[in-house]
Every structure is written in structure tokens, then in C-alpha cells.
């Protein structure tokens, strides 16, 4: 018999790693976000980055930071969270775990507590002290939902594809 290997990633690197490839599906050219839900037996129940809904095409629609509403990305773009929501095969996110590369705006935030999601895990707090960031803190704190930062183990992962 010999010994199981011991340098394998642990769940929480498994699932922050899903989260941090969804990302890289997105289009958006300044922010790349993932997002990876979890139920309590480590199943995998969705992934979403951000981007446009199904239907729209990338090259139709603005995709800047700064101009009008209809001249910037914002009134057109779903969050990742959203997306892992929205593309759940299961209605059922009680007690899960969202593991996502960006902490979660106050708007997904709304969505994560509704669809009762137990614990959220984040890799970047970039806008922690944003009025977006400081509302959805006090959400989950009021929800009692726990969020934690993501501890890197310095463990680099490449896609050799």
C-alpha cells in the first residue's frame, strides 16, 4: 500500500480557483469576477461571472467605466453573483457558500441573503470602503451571515491548455 499524496489544494482553493477561471470568461476589459456556489456536502451547484444577459452581444453594448448611464456598462452588466444565481439548476441555495473574487456589492448582496446563503468567501475587498461595500457588510452582518477573506497558500495554479 503506499501513502496518498499530501500536496493537493484544499477545498477552499479548489472552489476560490472555479470562481477565479469563471472570471475569466468575462469580456469586461477593467473587471474580471467570479463566482462559485457551493452547497454544505462541497457540490458545486453554480458558476457565473460577469457579463450580459443571454441574448445580447458583447459588440452591441458599451463596455466603459465613465460617460452617461447608457454610455458605460453598468445598466447592462450582471454581476457574477447574479449570473451563479440565475444560472442554478436548483432554486434551493439555503446554507450554501459563494465563493467569489470580488467582495459583493450591495445589490448581489440582497440576492445571496434572499436566496439564503450561508457564508460568503471573497479573494478582493478593492472597494471595501465604498458606500456599495459598507451597505452590503451591514446586510449580512444583519442577516447574520458570515464572509471571510480568501487565504492564498502562495500555491500558483497554470492552465497548461
Known sequence: MSDKRTDYISWDEYFMGV???????????????????????????SVGYNGLPLGCDDEDFPWA???????????????AELNAILNSKTGNLEGSTVYVTLFPCNECTKALIQKRVGKVVYFDDKYHDSDTTIAARKMLDAAGIPYEKYQPSGRKAELGL
Open 65 to 79: 467605466r465613465e460617460g452617461g448611464v447608457l454610455d458605460t456598462k453598468y445598466a447592462f452588466v450582471a454581476h
Open 19 to 45: 470562481a477565479k477561471l469563471a472570471a475569466m470568461r468575462s469580456k469586461d476589459p477593467s473587471t474580471q469576477v467570479g463566482a462559485c456556489i457551493v452547497d454544505k456536502d462541497k457540490y458545486i451547484i
